[in-house]
T-cell receptor, first 114, second 112 residues
Framework: GQQLNQSPQSMFIQEGEDVSMNCTSS?????WLWYKQDPGEGPVLLIA?????ELTSNGRLTAQFGITRKDSFLNISASIPSDIGIYFC??????????????FGKGTLLTVNP | ETGVTQSPTHLIKTRGQQVTLRCSSQ?????VSWYQQALGQGPQFIFQ???????GRGNFPPRFSGLQFPNYSSELNVNALELDDSALYLC???????????FGPGTRLTVT
């Protein structure tokens, strides 16, 4: 099935550093979401974006919905060890039936060294 | 407020067998979506149920089927299990189909 292009695949950073990851698609989406998944658990919703150009923050996390509707990025400021995990972007087209499905990237594995 | 719950946590089945996975949606949510997540991949959409009706399906064969009950809980059934069906199966609920989806902890299915 279709997947979004998410980069980087993995990151290894020092505690306190800022992190940036992004997601691109060949087709537009009307909603972009960012999730974090810890090993053996389900994805946890971090941020939802509903409007092109929208910039939304959730604590140390900031995400933006690209103007073209084909991309989004997530920034994490002042990383801490509990930020370790896999971050997934997901796009939703909306407007009926299978268009409500979420299409996911392959994830970015973040490791934070204390 | 109780979140999305799934059962069982882990399951081991033999090729050719059938399996039923269960999901209880978050309170106030009438939409349930099911996803399959293979190791090292993002979740792949199987299907969605809204008010007890299938409301969209991904590229999965008919041996993947589902149900949604009047209390909005849901089941995923897989017949004639194949080795490639080994994965984490995730259930997500949302207040309505177009709103953000909240995931349960998943069921780890191993087919031998």
């Amino acid at each position: 099935g279709q997947q979004l292009n998410q980069s980087p695949q993995s990151m290894f950073i020092q505690e306190g550093e800022d992190v940036s990851m992004n997601c691109t698609s060949s087709s537009i989406f009307n909603t972009w979401l960012w999730y974090k998944q810890d090993p053996g658990e389900g994805p946890v919703l971090l941020i939802a974006l509903y409007k092109a150009g929208e910039l939304t923050s959730n604590g140390r996390l900031t995400a933006q919905f690209g103007i073209t509707r084909k991309d989004s990025f997530l920034n994490i400021s002042a990383s801490i060890p509990s930020d370790i995990g896999i971050y997934f972007c997901a796009g939703q087209l909306g407007s009926g039936g299978s268009n409500y499905k979420l299409t996911f990237g392959k994830g970015t594995l973040l490791t934070v060294n204390p | 407020e109780t979140g999305v719950t799934q059962s069982p946590t882990h399951l081991i089945k033999t090729r050719g067998q059938q399996v039923t996975l269960r999901c209880s949606s978050q309170s106030g949510h009438n939409t349930v979506s099911w996803y399959q997540q293979a190791l090292g991949q993002g979740p792949q959409f199987i299907f969605q149920y809204y008010r007890e009706e299938e409301n969209g399906r991904g590229n999965f064969p008919p041996r993947f089927s589902g149900l949604q009950f009047p209390n909005y809980s849901s089941e995923l059934n897989v017949n004639a299990l194949e080795l490639d069906d080994s994965a984490l199966y995730l259930c997500a609920s949302s207040p309505t189909p177009e709103y953000e989806q909240y995931f349960g902890p998943g069921t780890r299915l191993t087919v031998t």
